[in-house]
């Protein structure tokens, strides 16, 4: 589904932050990506969402060459893949309910049609009671499970989170691994990049480490 | 009574807390089968995947279909704008509209009713001529002013012939003589040697030759001379052109700041904006739709602020014009409506202020666009590091 092949990046004329990459990741795939802060977690998450394009290498995406991808090709590669950040970036001028569907709505999707599955998928992920709620009002448990509902609703078959548990206490970052492992179960490929050792110790899945940006992978 | 635990999904979660219930096992995932992802629209039609899964794992999850609101009892609210609405940034942006619209059309207003005054005043000088006799020893003035009558009258563009009289002369001395001069009044004017005046209207679409009118006056009464008040048209029209000119350059001065103050207070508006755009962006949506959400939200904005601009402009010379209109004895509102005539703007004046106020939305708008379209493009080609 992706594949990495000798992929390098370098910013401007400074050194490779990123080297010599060779992976892939399969269809219903589970992996950690760690490293120590400054090794290329975010820089690789890019190259995986394609909002960046490596210096050298090839990365392939669903089959195709990202550095090949024009703009406007660029947004349906997207929606196969969905992204949850440390910050949520929930919205917060919309309600849970609109946040979740944004992904549908930006596609002209009618509200009609999607209405139903972003109801169950909140429910799914414990929020039946915060429809129509504002990220404001919630705990970060709630808002994360919000942006992990948001980042499904188009059914991604990757699905990125970047240090998902980072604002999250112990107990909340178990239930939201959880979640990830039952997503995992359905279907979906999940690449989890975080520093949290506790969490990664808790599932025994691949992890790709990253250090002075070269790449090791542990099966 | 505590709520039993109700089964939601595949976990187990306490509708008080919120909080799941931890599985028992945990277990390493296994590559799933490769199932073809539906087309875009056969997804929406067939049971949505979360149902499936419910339905496979036996939980009392039903086979879904698009839902009316009637149906689960859910709100059938309308949804946000995408672009947020009310900001203390919308109201300021929306307020800087309106003070620069509102002084690009006082400015074009101005320059509209110095153009108008300027040739009202050219035409005005040039619409009479002066032709005057002064007394002499030995001379009927009584019959020279008859006798300049009958040649002026007989000249083809003179329109009328008037001869002031001993009041209208009074008149026209006081600024310098004093008011006692009218006989009537028991003034002293019989006393001085004050110069005859015959005012001659000229037809300016067949203004007379007045040279030779000039020749025949001067032979026949030596001590007529008739003034055309050219020197006078000449000196006005130089400055009634300077005026104008004047009046341009501030108004395209006002403008180019209006353009300037509006991109920089629209590109303000849309830094608060940012995290809206990313979010819109990481979800999937075209670059198009997204600059297309921001540019109908400012448009409005702009519209919103140049039309309170424009208008408050209107306002204010339908209430000059009144005041200049009545305050006839008012020694400023004379001054004033010597300059601007009676604030009447026109149509071109209008019309102009029209112009202005689509221009300035319609600038807004495309600011918010370009702005959109280069923070989207700078997301694509980003390669900063949270790291």
Known sequence: ?219 | MIEPKKKVGPFVVDENTGEFEKPAVVEKTAPKPDVAKPAAAEQFKKPSRIASLAKRRGWSGKAVKPSTAAEGGEDDRPQQSIVPHASVASTALTLVVAIMTFLASLTLGAVTLVNDSARGWTSDVSREVTVQIAPAEGRDLAADILSAQTIAGAMVGIVSVKVMDDAQVSELLAPWLGAGLDPALGGVADALPIPAMIMLGIDLSNPPDLDTLRVRLETEIPTATLDDHRAWVGRLATMAGSMIAIGIVIFLLVVAATVLIVVFATRGAMAGNAHVIEVLHFVGAEPPYIAGQFQKHFLLLGLRGAVVGGVAAIISFIVMGYWTGTSVADPAAEQVRALFGTFSVGPAGYLGVAILIFAVALLTAFTSRYTVMRHVGGLDGTVRSRD
């Open chain 1, 1 to 219: 589904m992706i594949r990495f092949d000798e992929v390098g990046v370098r910013y401007g004329a400074g050194e490779e932050v990123l080297r010599d990459l060779n992976f892939t990741i399969g269809k219903g795939s589970f992996q950690f990506l760690t490293g120590p802060s400054g090794a290329g977690k975010t820089s690789l998450l890019r190259l995986l969402f394609a909002s960046m394009k490596p210096t050298r290498g090839k990365v392939e995406l669903f089959g195709q060459d990202s550095a090949m991808l024009d703009r406007e090709s660029l947004p349906a590669l997207r929606r196969r893949i969905g992204i949850v950040f440390q910050d949520f970036r929930l919205l917060e001028h919309l309600t849970l309910y609109e946040n979740v569907a944004l992904p549908l709505r930006v596609r002209g999707v009618e509200e009609v049609r999607y209405r139903r599955d972003v109801i169950d998928l909140l429910k799914w992920v414990g929020l039946s009671a915060r429809i129509h709620a504002r990220p404001s009002v919630l705990s970060g448990g709630e808002q994360q499970r919000a942006a992990v509902a948001r980042a499904l609703i188009d059914q991604p078959e990757l699905l990125l989170a970047d240090e998902p548990t980072g604002n999250l206490d112990p107990t909340l970052a178990r239930r939201l691994l959880r979640l990830f492992i039952e997503l995992n179960r359905s279907g979906t490929s999940v690449v989890i990049a975080t520093h949290d050792l506790a969490l990664m110790d808790q599932v025994n899945a691949r992890r790709m480490v990253l250090n002075h940006g070269r790449l090791a992978i542990h099966d």
